[in-house]
């Protein structure tokens, strides 16, 4: 048995997450702001991670085997993070994203090494507290975080790549709906004129992933993604069989594109998960179910 601290946890990836953990008879503490009660067998922790003393104070003289840190997007709060946990855990998880290949434009699969933290430049003076400057640099924020572990680590680090997650009733960003309002309404949808193919993940096999991550003992990125990538077709072809509805597509050069396309291509190679000892369904095996899942809830 580990004790496991999961930081945020309160929907989706995350709350499969600890259900998995507690199934498998660890002892975890969610530490979160509150909105949410965790699952019935976890210990709650209740405080603002940005909040460097109030975290203190919150974790008093609680210490980890793990900590899963879902909810790590700047390298302010990955700073935050080192100094107050690194004193207290053995080893550090952190959800990271494919989206840290942003810059990449390969037709092969990319490789973790695409992307060394310990080169990563970290400017702590951006305006990372902006909302929406955060959104608009979300994989330059998970870059940074990374290298704020690999570049003074205080502990054993993983920097989990996760890939674009599909599936689950409970997808709160609206990507896999914004596809089916518009077949249902025959509206267009707008893509790239070169459009990419992409690597997805099941929600329930990222949870998974992270579960049997947090009981082994390697280190470093590692990509987390089914094999297969996926094309905005693909989805969509999956989409009108939930809605009897037909895509139609607006090809633009530049400008706003529908989620999930995409004018560059960094799908992920995920050799080094496999040779660690985990290997993820091809997409096309849940591509369907996990859609349905999600379009079944939307209507």
Same mark, same amino acid.
């Given at each position: 048995?580990?004790?496991?601290?999961?930081?945020?946890?309160?929907?989706?990836?995350?709350?499969?997450?600890?259900?998995?953990?507690?199934?498998?008879?660890?002892?975890?503490?969610?530490?979160?702001?509150?909105?949410?009660? $965790?699952?019935?067998? @976890?210990?709650?922790?209740?405080?603002?991670? =940005? !909040?460097?003393?109030?975290? +203190? %104070?919150?974790? *008093?003289?609680?210490?980890?085997?793990?900590?899963?840190?879902?909810?790590?997007?700047?390298?302010?709060?990955?700073?935050?993070?080192?100094?107050?946990?690194?004193?207290?855990?053995?080893?550090?998880?952190?959800?990271?994203?494919?989206?840290?290949?942003?810059?990449?434009?390969?037709?092969?699969?990319?490789?973790?090494?695409?992307?060394? $933290?310990?080169?990563? @430049?970290?400017?702590?003076?951006?305006?990372? =507290? !902006?909302?929406?400057?955060? +959104? %608009?640099?979300? *994989?330059?924020?998970?870059?940074?975080?990374?290298?704020?572990?690999?570049?003074?680590?205080?502990?054993?680090?993983?920097?989990?790549?996760?890939?674009?997650?599909?599936?689950?009733?409970?997808?709160?960003?609206?990507?896999?709906?914004?596809?089916?309002?518009?077949?249902?309404?025959?509206?267009?949808?707008?893509?790239?004129?070169?459009?990419?193919?992409?690597?997805?993940?099941?929600?329930?096999?990222?949870?998974?992933?992270?579960?049997?991550?947090?009981?082994?003992?390697?280190?470093?990125?590692?990509?987390?993604?089914?094999?297969?990538?996926?094309?905005?077709?693909?989805?969509?072809?999956?989409?009108?069989?939930?809605?009897?509805?037909?895509?139609?597509?607006?090809?633009?050069?530049?400008?706003?594109?529908?989620?999930?396309?995409?004018?560059?291509?960094?799908?992920?190679?995920?050799?080094?998960?496999?040779?660690?000892?985990?290997?993820?369904?091809?997409?096309?095996?849940?591509?369907?179910?996990?859609?349905?899942?999600?379009?079944?809830?939307?209507?």
């Amino acid at each position: 048995m580990l004790h496991i601290c999961v930081i945020g946890g309160s929907r989706y990836i995350g709350k499969r997450l600890i259900q998995r953990l507690l199934t498998s008879g660890h002892e975890v503490t969610v530490l979160n702001r509150g909105s949410s009660a $965790p699952p019935a067998g @976890a210990r709650s922790v209740i405080a603002d991670r =940005d !909040d460097e003393e109030a975290l +203190e %104070a919150a974790l *008093g003289p609680l210490a980890f085997d793990v900590v899963i840190d879902q909810v790590c997007y700047t390298p302010r709060q990955a700073a935050v993070a080192r100094r107050v946990l690194g004193p207290r855990t053995r080893r550090y998880v952190m959800t990271s994203t494919v989206e840290v290949y942003e810059h990449q434009d390969s037709a092969s699969p990319v490789r973790e090494d695409a992307v060394d $933290p310990r080169s990563v @430049a970290v400017d702590l003076d951006l305006p990372w =507290d !902006d909302p929406d400057f955060r +959104e %608009a640099h979300y *994989g330059e924020g998970k870059r940074q975080a990374e290298a704020v572990f690999a570049q003074d680590p205080a502990f054993p680090y993983v920097a989990v790549r996760v890939a674009h997650v599909l599936g689950g009733a409970d997808d709160f960003t609206g990507r896999v709906a914004h596809y089916a309002d518009r077949i249902r309404a025959g509206v267009p949808i707008a893509v790239p004129v070169t459009n990419h193919p992409a690597t997805y993940v099941y929600v329930e096999d990222i949870a998974g992933f992270l579960a049997w991550t947090a009981e082994k003992d390697f280190t470093g990125p590692v990509n987390a993604a089914s094999p297969g990538p996926l094309t905005t077709g693909d989805i969509c072809a999956a989409v009108e069989a939930h809605t009897g509805g037909r895509a139609a597509f607006r090809e633009v050069e530049a400008g706003e594109v529908s989620p999930f396309s995409f004018r560059r291509s960094y799908p992920m190679d995920t050799t080094r998960a496999a040779a660690l000892g985990h290997s993820f369904r091809p997409a096309p095996d849940w591509l369907r179910q996990a859609v349905g899942e999600t379009v079944g809830a939307a209507r």
